[in-house]
């Protein structure tokens, strides 16, 4: 019979039944794989999707702290803060002045309106500090010229908007105590046997010698204010005192004594911001009950 192209028959018929059968199977088959892997697929995605958001985010945010790790290293040291003070080299020497009235007279602090100036030669000052002190009679001082930071960063930052000029001075302290303010006491830093000249007008009312620490000889001073008899103002580290009890001293030209200076072994705070052992004189005002009688 010739060849028509019809699967008839017994095993021929049914292995031509099965054949035409296959591609259905094989296409259910890939149907049912599809559906399977989709989904997986998809999941893999979204996955990778996020981690790949995560990591901009980290990046992002390390370059954003990066940044200001920087900046704040930037200005910290852009902007001045603790450093030595240089000591002028014509300062090596003691700074003797030909008359007592020859020295600049420069504004350092104001005590209720009346002004206290520098009582050593500006050549010879190596550090102007203020700090508080353990006596609660202590009156505040309002510092002159421009404050320069003891402090960290934010006080840094702070002293972009300090006003003044001239004259820079440190603060010790600032907080204050319990006791006084954070201006109470004034440190003027200089060379030891500079002149000290009186800062204001006023009348030596006492002067007593004591012992600092048990061990150290040092003299103070005492002036009563000419314009307010109820200030008294206290120098001490004075060495060869130049006046006596009852002596009235005038404004930037009465001699007190000299700057003193201290053995190498004493640690003396001011040291902190000059190159040297920190030698100075310390200025402090009390409000005491006048005596009437004095002037």
């Keep these: 019979m010739p060849y028509s192209g019809l699967c008839t028959g017994g095993g021929l018929g049914s292995a031509c ?3 035409s059968r296959l591609p259905v199977v094989a296409a259910g088959c890939n149907l ?3 559906m399977q892997t989709i989904p997986a697929f998809q999941a893999r995605r979204a996955q990778a999707r996020r981690r790949d958001q995560f990591r901009r985010r980290r990046t992002v945010a390390f370059l954003a702290v990066a940044t200001l790790v920087a900046l704040a290293v930037w200005a910290a040291y852009a902007i001045p803060g603790d450093k030595p003070a240089v000591v002028p080299a014509n300062a090596a020497a003691p700074i003797l002045l030909d008359t007592p009235g020859s020295t600049e007279e420069i504004v350092v602090a ?4 009346i002004d206290l100036l520098l009582p050593v030669a500006r050549d010879a000052t190596t550090a102007v500090a203020f700090h ?49 303010s954070g201006t109470a006491g004034l440190d003027i830093g200089a060379v030891p046997e500079s002149q000290v000249v009186c800062p204001i007008d006023g009348k030596v009312v006492a002067m007593k010698r004591y012992r600092i620490l048990g061990r150290y000889n040092d003299v103070e001073i005492q002036v009563q204010f000419a314009r307010d008899p109820s200030l008294l103002m206290v120098v001490t580290h004075v060495a060869h005192p130049d006046v006596a009890i009852g002596d009235v001293v005038t404004c930037g030209e009465s001699v007190l004594g000299e700057v003193r200076g201290f053995p190498d072994g004493l640690d003396q705070a001011l040291s902190r911001y000059t190159s040297d052992a920190g030698d100075h004189v310390q ?3 009390r409000r ?3 005596n009437l009688e004095t002037f």
């Design 17 to 19: 039944a099965l054949a």
């Design 110 to 113: 104001r005590v209720e309106g």
């Design 283 to 285: 200025i402090v005002v």
């Design 32 to 34: 049912i794989g599809s």
């Design 132 to 180: 508080p002190v353990d006596n609660p009679d202590a009156v505040s001082l309002t510092p002159s010229g421009e404050r320069t930071s003891g402090g960290g960063l934010g006080a840094r930052l702070a002293d972009i908007f300090a006003e003044g000029g001239g004259l820079q001075y440190y603060l010790m302290g600032e907080s204050g105590t319990s006791a006084s």
């Design 288 to 290: 005491v009950t006048p």
